[in-house]
């Protein structure tokens, strides 16, 4: 089916292309002029210039396809303060995109950052039902947008799904932006890895996995997804990026090795995708990140 995918030119929204492509998907892409486009100029029938706010772009955007993935998010706006803006381009924009697409499927990129306050009865293992309660914009932003996706699954019977990773890790387009570099970076430079706490991780070949799978689904009916692999500190990056390079610095190993929380993996693994690549993972992604970086 021919998919419109937003922040095609992205991290995620990259691989998400190729593997749609792979996939026999054909792909229209939402491209903001500045973008760059020679990573994914094979994966991509369709380019359409616009911002995910201009909606003057969404017609030829949107023209024959058959299933929205809304994947962008402008992290400008939140990160700038421009609260007004943030509000404007990634919730209205957003909505009103969702409203243009009609009846057709819709895949939502949204994110665990729906989570902040875990409830005690789940006993440390959220799932999907669990209440959304966000502890910032970024996460409200998204739990609003998931509302308004069930409130169209109900009235209008529009069939989406929404999900949610956590820190997705992998290549970035900008190497710089890839998950573990600056904690790579220190090692090879001989200085002592002391960043606190951890978070929860996924690959972005996962990420892409999963849009596929919901996509093959012969009805998608309405669904969330929480996609999240492993738990680790940073720590254990530093450690790992140690041992591979092998490098004398200090690790400072204080913070907890595991989470109060933690996600439940039934839901995504229903289809198909195991999320189980764990510290192997996040050590083969190093491997690969520091073999870029030594090569610059």
């Not at 937003?6 to 973008?35: D, N, P, Q, Y």
Request: one cysteine or more; a negative charge; charged letters at 20%.
């Amino acid at each position: 089916m021919r998919v419109a995918l937003t922040g095609v030119s992205g991290f995620i929204g990259s691989v998400i292309a190729k593997r749609l492509c792979e996939a026999g998907h054909t792909v229209t892409g939402l491209v903001r002029a500045t973008s760059r486009r020679d990573h994914i100029e094979s994966f991509v029938d369709r380019f359409v210039v616009g911002d995910q706010s201009d909606e003057s772009a969404w017609p030829a955007f949107l023209d024959e396809a058959e299933c929205l993935i809304h994947n962008s998010f402008d992290w400008q706006a939140l990160r700038s303060g421009a609260i007004q803006q943030h509000y404007q381009n990634n919730l209205v924009s957003a909505l009103r995109l969702i409203d243009k697409a009609a009846n057709r499927r819709i895949i939502y990129m949204s994110s665990v950052a729906v989570h902040h306050d875990m409830r005690p009865r789940w006993a440390g293992m959220v799932d999907e039902d669990h209440p959304t309660r966000p502890a910032h914009l970024y996460g409200a932003c998204k739990v609003a947008i998931e509302a308004h996706l069930w409130s169209a699954h109900f009235s209008r019977a529009i069939q989406f799904a929404a999900l949610r990773p956590c820190a997705v890790y992998g290549i970035d387009p900008d190497l710089t932006r890839s998950i573990g570099y600056p904690i790579v970076k220190r090692v090879m430079e001989g200085k002592s890895v002391n960043k606190q706490g951890g978070g929860k991780f996924v690959h972005v070949d996962d990420v892409a996995a999963v849009t596929c799978a919901v996509l093959a689904q012969t009805s998608m009916g309405a669904a969330v997804y929480n996609l999240a692999d492993c738990y680790a500190r940073w720590a254990d990056l530093g450690l790992m990026a140690r041992e591979i390079l092998g490098a004398d610095v200090q690790v400072d190993t204080s913070s907890p090795p595991a989470p109060h929380n933690q996600f439940t993996k039934d839901a995504v693994q229903s289809l198909g995708v195991e999320m189980d690549r764990g510290h192997y993972g996040l050590r083969d992604h190093l491997q690969e990140l520091i073999s870029l970086m030594s090569s610059t």
